[in-house]
């Protein structure tokens, strides 16, 4: 709201860009369902800048080098400017962000067929002698960089002119071509397989090399905010943002820990990026910010510190009701819930309450901790099991793992894990062996997030068909490609439009703090 005016809301406004229409629309229809008076507002931008930030940090000198591209770098206009003046001075208004699509509009997806070609020639080669190892290396390098290097992200340009990223790319597109020996006598082979490599590379290059564009998205949505606070003079602002990706700070939501990473301190980089953040929504006008599942204390701490709401759905409920309908029998004893590393206990623990709330003392709910070494950054070590908890119904009761009838209740059992999203799933697959190997049980996945980096998919399809993961369920936070949605492992939770209409209609009625039936909400105090 700007100039400090409080008009009476009359009804509820969402505005949004051409890309976030699809969300809006499916948000507006349950919103108009429950009796609602709710109107939309298309906006569109202009002059937008080619020199936005990076999305990651340089805060080697403890210094952001994001600036403020919003203002000067771009301007909306609205389609029905007459529409737009009417409504907005008097409404309840909520900016939303679209659902991401990593997929959509991506440069890989118009030069992969020549890239693909001039790798597999490469490799023919290299196989039959013609050319060395090194070769092959710096080839690679050269074809990445000169087809693709304008579209990396300043952070990895740094990265790559430092030859940190050369030895990566090469890795990574050889363990890619691994199984590609030729022309096989048997031409559907040769497709199949070449599809499968062609599929596997594209992959790689979109979600490892060419980051998500936060800033940009960011950058856009601050312009909007910007001129509907400022020009439009509207009734109250707030902010609709599905997935929060640009909380994260370390490739972690919500980590916040002492420790050093590449000379880095973790801690330090994450309350620079949520200080940046919190400031521009707080600069923006934007009364309340409604996501799903960031759940970092610090950030939530900073938004509210600068009279911005918070408010963070979480999909607990909706999970423990698809774990009771799909997984869990009348006759089950025990029901597990995992926290393969120490960062995942607290999470655990609350799931396991609401797991027992819906059980009503009908099966005995314990809580396996696990520890967890890395070999280097992002690579996992060991795991092994670390303490057996039993909750009560009011605290948690350790119990002796190493005594044979707590061994027994681990035998033979699907485990259940509870993330905030599933990234590289390097921690699941390291969890889901030790599990399989030592109690010959399997893992079940439950996040709100499905980010799959490289190389997620290719992990989580190896232990589904080696047993050890029994499946992923994720919400329709971000798009998936509709090649992943085929995979038997992975189901996706129509959970996002609902919920957050859900949230919008309690924001407009002053009732978020209460908990609405189906998930709940975090706010800070």
Do not use: C
């Given at each position: 709201?700007?100039?400090?005016k409080?008009?009476?809301?009359?009804?509820?406004?969402?505005?949004s860009t051409?890309?976030?229409?699809?969300?809006?629309e499916?948000?507006?229809?349950?919103?108009?369902?429950?009796?609602?008076s709710?109107?939309?507002?298309?906006?569109?931008?202009?002059?937008?800048r080619s020199?936005?930030?990076p999305?990651?940090?340089?805060?080697?000198?403890?210094e952001?080098?994001?600036l403020?591209?919003?203002?000067?770098?771009?301007?909306?206009i609205?389609?029905?400017?007459?529409?737009?003046?009417?409504?907005?001075?008097?409404?309840?208004?909520y900016?939303i962000?679209?659902?991401?699509d990593?997929?959509a509009?991506?440069?890989?997806?118009?030069?992969?067929?020549?890239?693909f070609?001039?790798f597999?020639?490469l490799?023919?080669?290299?196989?039959?002698?013609?050319?060395?190892?090194?070769v092959l290396?710096?080839?690679?390098?050269?074809?990445?960089?000169?087809?693709?290097?304008d579209?990396?992200?300043?952070?990895?340009?740094?990265?790559?002119?430092k030859?940190?990223l050369?030895?990566?790319?090469y890795?990574?597109?050889?363990?890619?071509?691994?199984?590609?020996?030729?022309?096989?006598?048997?031409?559907?082979?040769?497709r199949?397989?070449?599809?499968n490599?062609?599929?596997?590379?594209?992959?790689?290059?979109i979600?490892?090399?060419?980051?998500?564009?936060?800033?940009?998205?960011l950058?856009?949505?601050f312009?909007i905010?910007?001129?509907?606070s400022?020009?439009?003079?509207?009734?109250?602002?707030n902010?609709?943002?599905?997935?929060?990706?640009?909380?994260r700070?370390?490739?972690?939501?919500?980590?916040?820990?002492?420790e050093?990473?590449?000379?880095?301190n973790?801690r330090l980089k994450?309350?620079?990026l949520?200080?940046y953040?919190?400031?521009k929504?707080?600069?923006?006008?934007?009364?309340?910010?409604?996501?799903?599942?960031?759940h970092?204390?610090?950030?939530?701490?900073?938004?509210?510190?600068?009279?911005v709401?918070?408010?963070?759905?979480?999909?607990?409920?909706?999970?423990?009701?698809?774990l009771?309908?799909?997984?869990?029998?009348e006759d089950?004893n025990?029901?597990?819930?995992?926290?393969?590393?120490?960062?995942?206990v607290?999470?655990a623990?609350?799931?396991?309450?609401?797991?027992?709330?819906?059980?009503?003392g009908?099966?005995?709910?314990?809580v396996?901790?696990?520890d967890?070494?890395?070999e280097?950054?992002?690579?996992?070590?060991?795991i092994?099991?670390?303490?057996?908890?039993?909750?009560?119904?009011?605290?948690?009761v350790?119990?002796?793992?190493?005594n044979?009838d707590n061994?027994?209740?681990?035998?033979?059992?699907e485990?259940?894990?509870?993330?905030?999203?599933v990234?590289?799933?390097?921690?699941v697959?390291?969890?889901?062996?030790?599990?399989?190997?030592m109690?010959r049980s399997?893992?079940?996945?439950?996040?709100?997030?499905?980010?799959f980096?490289?190389?997620?998919i290719?992990?989580?399809?190896?232990e589904y068909?080696?047993?050890?993961?029994?499946?992923?369920?994720?919400?329709?936070?971000i798009t998936?490609?509709?090649?992943?949605?085929?995979?038997?492992?992975l189901?996706?939770?129509?959970?996002?439009?609902?919920?957050?209409?859900?949230?919008?209609?309690?924001?407009?009625?002053?009732e978020?703090?209460?908990?609405?039936?189906?998930h709940?909400?975090?706010?800070?105090a």
């Open positions: 709201m700007s100039g400090g409080s008009p009476k809301l009359e009804r509820i406004v969402l505005v051409q890309s976030g229409i699809p969300l809006r499916r948000i507006a229809e349950q919103l108009k369902a429950s009796g609602a709710v109107e939309g507002v298309d906006v569109e931008l202009k002059e937008t020199d936005l930030p999305t990651e940090l340089d805060i080697e000198s403890q952001t080098e994001m403020d591209y919003a203002d000067s770098g771009m301007n909306i609205t389609v029905d400017e007459d529409h737009a003046r009417r409504v907005l001075p008097t409404g309840d208004v900016l962000a679209p659902i991401q990593p997929f509009k991506n440069p890989v997806i118009h030069i992969l067929d020549d890239v070609e001039e597999k020639d490799f023919m080669k290299w196989r039959q002698g013609k050319i060395d190892t090194p290396e710096d080839n690679i390098n050269e074809i990445i960089m000169r087809d693709l290097g579209f990396l992200t300043s952070h990895s340009k740094r990265q790559y002119r030859g940190e050369k030895g990566s790319f890795k990574n597109v050889k363990q890619i071509f691994g199984p590609y020996t030729g022309n096989y006598s048997n031409p559907l082979r040769t199949d397989m070449e599809h490599i062609r599929r596997s590379l594209g992959y790689y290059l979600t490892k090399i060419f980051r998500r564009d936060t800033n940009k998205q950058a856009e949505f312009a905010a910007h001129e509907l400022t020009v439009y003079n509207v009734g109250r602002l902010a609709v943002w599905p997935f929060p990706e640009g909380g700070s370390d490739g972690k939501s919500g980590v916040i820990r002492e050093k990473r590449d000379g880095i973790v994450e309350k620079i949520s200080d953040y919190a400031d929504f707080a600069s923006r006008d934007i009364a309340n910010l409604l996501t799903i599942r960031s970092s204390s610090l950030e939530i701490g900073l938004f509210n510190k600068r009279g709401g918070f408010y963070d759905i979480v999909a607990d409920h909706a999970f423990v009701d698809h009771y309908t799909s997984h869990i029998h089950r025990e029901i597990v819930i995992l926290a393969p590393d120490k960062g995942s607290p999470q623990m609350e799931f396991a309450k609401e797991v027992y709330a819906r059980a009503g009908k099966h005995e709910v314990l396996l901790t696990m967890k070494s890395r280097r950054p992002n690579v996992v070590g060991n092994v099991p670390k303490q057996l908890f039993k909750y009560n119904g009011s605290e948690f350790e119990l002796n793992l190493e044979p061994i027994d209740k681990l035998m033979y059992q485990f259940f894990v509870r993330e905030d999203m990234d590289t799933a390097g921690t697959q390291a969890a889901s062996r030790t599990l399989s190997g109690y399997t893992l079940s996945i439950f996040a709100e997030h499905g980010m980096s490289y190389p997620s290719k992990r989580l399809r190896d068909h080696d047993h050890t993961i029994s499946g992923v369920h994720i919400i329709d936070s998936q490609p509709q090649n992943y949605l085929k995979e038997p492992w189901e996706v939770t129509p959970f996002s439009a609902p919920q957050l209409a859900l949230g919008i209609e309690r924001l407009f009625k002053k978020l703090t209460k908990l609405p039936t189906g709940q909400y975090h706010k800070a």
